[in-house]
């Protein structure tokens, strides 16, 4: 008899996802076990199956009746600007004027107006406003989540903000996977000497920012390093040469690319072994065969051409058809997407991304956890993997995407605690 802390069972529909990532056409197998269970042992799930065969093989210290609902991995959000102070609702307005992104960018708004709030914020008022967002996040559905820097662009803002990051990874019960978006946008005093500011993250910045991590990070892996190669922001050969100097510091890497331009990020990322490269709206299909033939994950970002009322979004199915690994996010941000569900995010993937609900559920949980390096860990929910699990409120998967605007989840296990509850 195996002994569990947990059996949740009776699940009308349990989605597994058991298998790891789904390249290519292979998305949306979803390891669908009708009246599944799962069994629960501290934080790791040791057991998932049938409800029958479980419930004659565990022995299990607290016994939750799913009644037929639908059970499956937490969402893992692989790209957010978590840490932020001010907003960007008069930018909003502007751009409902016609005033295009790029050109507000331009004028000193944009990225630039948030790094002028958050240069100003305290760690406390960073943190407060973090929080915020990940509770509402955590009861939308979202266990994992990536928080990235990028509104300090320089040293003293940046380090605060990763602060930030890992006081509330600490404070829990989700878990924050840390980036260094330092490559973000050129800060105003280097508007003239954007390479200056390039041979700054390069030779100043990455360097202190590892010795700052290995002393106050309490033995984490290193942070993610990201790089926005996009117009009006870093060209092929500077964000290159900023990836590079991380790789040369043992920091792995992530890029933003063809958010509006296609500059070659997306064959970038590819070649140097970025674990993903995201946004990709206006990437090529050279750029998509380079995907495919790597292990780059492709993350979508369809809430961000929705929140800038633009019609072009990723090109889902020729990147699947090319073989790629394809995940999905919100890119959470003051500016372009001020989103914080997923639920909402699959619900667009599905009618702009021409997505199925299945195909959308599992870019949003085994290929988002690839899509930050820990697709070993969780994303599904098969033995060994964090017991991170949801009990939706319906009967059937296929209500994810087809619904919109409110919120399916009943019940969020998070390393195997109840940690949300709704009624």
């Known amino acids: 008899m195996l002994k569990a802390d947990l059996l949740i069972h009776s699940a009308g529909q349990l989605l597994t996802l058991a298998g790891g990532r789904q390249a290519g056409k292979s998305l949306g197998e979803l390891g669908l076990i009708e009246d599944g269970a799962i069994a629960i042992e501290g934080e790791h799930i040791v057991a998932a199956g049938p409800t029958k065969a479980l419930a004659q093989e565990v022995e299990a210290g ?19 600007h978590l840490i932020w102070a001010g907003d960007r609702a008069h930018e909003f307005e502007q751009r409902l004027a016609g005033v295009p992104y790029l050109d507000i960018l331009k004028q000193g708004g944009g990225i630039l107006y948030t790094v002028e709030q958050t240069r100003r914020a305290s760690l406390e008022r960073l943190i407060d406003g973090g929080r915020q967002r990940l509770q509402r996040m955590l009861a939308l559905g979202t266990t994992t989540v990536e928080a990235k820097t990028g509104y300090g662009l320089e040293l003293e803002s940046e380090l605060r903000m990763l602060q930030a990051i890992l006081m509330l990874d600490d404070e829990g019960p989700w878990d924050l996977v840390p980036t260094l978006l330092a490559g973000h946008a050129i800060p105003p005093e280097y508007k003239a000497d954007p390479d200056g500011y390039v041979e700054l993250v390069c030779n100043r910045m990455l360097p202190e920012v590892e010795r700052w991590w290995l002393e106050h990070s309490g033995g ?7 790089v926005f190669c996009e117009e009006g922001a ?48 206006a990437t090529t299909e050279a750029d998509m065969r380079a995907l495919g033939k790597s292990g780059t994950v492709a993350v979508s970002l369809p809430a961000t051409p929705f929140g800038l009322g633009q019609t072009n979004y990723t090109p889902a199915g020729r990147l699947l058809q ?74 059937d998967y296929r209500q994810l995407g087809y619904c919109f605007g409110g919120n399916l989840v009943r019940q969020v296990y998070k390393r195997g605690r109840l940690v949300v509850e709704r009624a």
């Open 234 to 281: 870093f060209g092929l050969a500077q964000s290159e040469r900023m990836l590079r100097a991380a790789a040369g510091l043992g920091f792995p890497r992530k890029v933003h690319a063809d958010e509006f331009e296609a500059l070659g990020g997306s064959s970038l990322a590819a070649e140097l072994g970025a674990v993903s490269v995201d946004h990709l709206v």
């Open 322 to 395: 090319a073989g790629a690994t394809l995940a999905l996010a919100t890119d959470l941000n003051p500016g372009t997407a001020p989103g914080e569900s997923m639920q909402f995010v699959l619900a667009l993937a599905c009618r702009y991304l021409k997505l199925t609900p299945a195909e959308a559920i599992a870019a949003a949980t085994i290929n988002a956890a690839a899509a930050v390096g820990l697709e070993h860990d969780r994303g599904s929910l098969e033995p060994g993997k964090l017991a991170d699990a949801l009990i939706l409120d319906v009967d």
């Open 62 to 80: 607290e016994v939750v009746d799913a009644a037929g609902r639908v059970v499956m991995p937490g969402f893992v959000d692989p790209h957010t």
């Open 220 to 226: 984490r892996a290193l942070p993610f390093v990201d």
